[in-house]
């Protein structure tokens, strides 16, 4: 029987409930579906700065780096906000990424059947479904650029700069090529070329790499005209390829199609077979310790660490229609409209369990 080795990282405010949910879900899949895990608890954020003094600590690294993969809660809040850049909870996000070689964030938007009326975009312009992959670009650009502040006849000035090498858009363009092969095969690259010189190799590169696949349909946009496509016409996306920043931006908001950000999983990938997933919610502190957050978004990064990770596809695919089934059924506060049962964060775990089990 084959046996994973799970890194948990559960984070700060909501995470450690999502998250035990998550693992709930898992397990029940794993029994159904003939394997085992296995799960080795480490400090991430605020939580590991409580503990520790650092948002990252050096056990956790080595935990992560053991294990097949990692799962992730949430961190940071406002208990941390005052902290220097360098010693924030996000700090430790960024770290462990880079400690794993992690260099392409997956990002889903989809929207589930039962969920169409949540969404802000009239049925219309969503069409007949909608499943965008935004694949984003983690480890370099203007987050990882040389920064600093100067002063200029008198008046203080700050920068950060853009810089893209041709291996790093190279590897971040494969992993959206190889994406886009196993789905509708197409793939649109968004960039600032008409601006920027990063762009402009960015979209050489993606040019050269995209004639090893001749069966995809490339095409090219300006980051502005694909903010606004994403809300005229979504559906003409199928996987997005974008830089880190532009992709943090975008993948926020092809987030909000899908009716709440409660619902959204992701993948953060490197050059092995292992990755952490996390919900791309955050934290919610407003609402940690109550029982009322969404497990949903936690729950479908399992289903995305399954089928990127641990070559369970069959066990992923189990849990996406365990999460579309119960959606006809019971919602958490943030997703609740009349004629549906309202539930807590840990009976929506069990209500998918209990769809898996039946399965």
């Given at each position: 029987?084959?046996?994973?080795?799970?890194?948990?990282?559960?984070?700060?405010?909501?995470?450690?409930?999502?998250v035990d949910?998550?693992?709930?879900?898992l397990?029940v899949?794993?029994?159904?579906?003939?394997?085992?895990?296995?799960?080795?608890?480490?400090?991430l954020g605020?939580c590991?700065?409580?503990?520790?003094?650092?948002?990252l600590?050096?056990?956790?690294?080595?935990k992560?780096k053991?294990a097949?993969?990692?799962?992730?809660?949430?961190?940071?809040?406002?208990?941390?906000?005052?902290?220097?850049g360098s010693?924030?909870?996000?700090?430790?996000?960024?770290?462990?990424?880079?400690?794993?070689?992690?260099?392409?964030?997956?990002?889903?938007a989809r929207?589930?059947e039962?969920?169409?009326?949540?969404?802000?975009?009239?049925a219309?312009?969503?069409g007949?479904?909608?499943?965008?992959?935004v694949?984003?670009?983690?480890?370099?650009?203007?987050?990882f650029?040389?920064?600093?502040?100067?002063?200029?006849?008198?008046?203080?000035?700050?920068?950060?700069t853009?810089?893209?090498?041709v291996?790093?858009?190279?590897?971040?363009?494969?992993?959206?090529?190889?994406?886009a092969?196993?789905?509708?095969?197409?793939?649109?690259?968004?960039?600032?070329?008409?601006?920027l010189?990063?762009s402009?190799?960015?979209r050489e590169?993606?040019?050269?790499?995209g004639r090893?696949?001749?069966?995809?349909?490339?095409?090219y946009?300006?980051?502005?005209?694909?903010?606004?496509?994403?809300?005229?016409?979504?559906?003409?996306?199928?996987?997005?390829?974008?830089?880190?920043?532009?992709?943090?931006?975008?993948?926020?908001?092809?987030?909000?199609?899908?009716?709440?950000i409660?619902?959204?999983?992701?993948?953060?990938?490197?050059?092995?077979?292992?990755?952490?997933?996390?919900?791309?919610?955050?934290?919610?502190?407003?609402?940690?310790?109550?029982?009322?957050?969404?497990?949903?978004?936690?729950?479908?990064?399992?289903?995305?660490?399954?089928?990127?990770?641990?070559?369970?596809?069959?066990?992923?695919?189990?849990i996406e229609?365990?999460v579309?089934?119960?959606?006809?059924?019971?919602?958490?506060?943030?997703?609740y409209?009349e004629?549906?049962?309202?539930?807590?964060?840990?009976?929506?775990?069990?209500?998918v369990?209990?769809?898996?089990?039946?399965m």
């Amino acid at each position: 029987m084959k046996n994973y080795k799970i890194a948990v990282l559960k984070g700060d405010g909501i995470g450690p409930e999502i998250v035990d949910e998550a693992i709930k879900v898992l397990n029940v899949t794993a029994e159904k579906c003939g394997f085992t895990v296995e799960y080795d608890e480490a400090l991430l954020g605020g939580c590991a700065i409580d503990a520790t003094g650092v948002p990252l600590p050096d056990e956790t690294v080595a935990k992560c780096k053991a294990a097949d993969s990692t799962l992730l809660g949430a961190v940071g809040g406002p208990k941390w906000d005052t902290l220097p850049g360098s010693q924030r909870p996000e700090k430790g996000l960024l770290g462990i990424r880079a400690a794993l070689g992690l260099f392409a964030n997956l990002r889903p938007a989809r929207i589930f059947e039962p969920l169409r009326e949540a969404s802000p975009l009239r049925a219309d312009i969503i069409g007949g479904s909608l499943d965008i992959m935004v694949v984003r670009e983690l480890t370099g650009g203007i987050y990882f650029g040389e920064r600093g502040r100067l002063e200029e006849n008198g008046v203080q000035a700050a920068y950060d700069t853009e810089k893209y090498s041709v291996p790093e858009i190279e590897r971040i363009a494969r992993i959206g090529f190889d994406l886009a092969m196993k789905r509708n095969k197409r793939l649109c690259s968004v960039d600032k070329a008409n601006v920027l010189e990063s762009s402009r190799l960015w979209r050489e590169t993606v040019t050269r790499i995209g004639r090893e696949y001749p069966e995809v349909e490339l095409s090219y946009m300006y980051v502005d005209n694909c903010a606004m496509q994403l809300v005229r016409n979504p559906s003409q996306f199928d996987v997005l390829l974008t830089s880190n920043i532009f992709g943090d931006i975008l993948s926020d908001e092809a987030s909000m199609i899908s009716g709440s950000i409660g619902m959204l999983a992701s993948a953060s990938l490197g050059a092995t077979g292992s990755g952490l997933y996390e919900p791309i919610h955050g934290s919610a502190p407003d609402i940690a310790g109550q029982n009322i957050a969404n497990p949903l978004a936690t729950i479908l990064s399992v289903a995305m660490m399954l089928k990127y990770s641990l070559g369970q596809p069959e066990a992923s695919d189990m849990i996406e229609k365990a999460v579309a089934d119960v959606l006809n059924e019971v919602r958490t506060p943030d997703i609740y409209v009349e004629g549906f049962q309202k539930v807590s964060c840990t009976e929506m775990g069990d209500a998918v369990c209990a769809k898996i089990k039946a399965m």
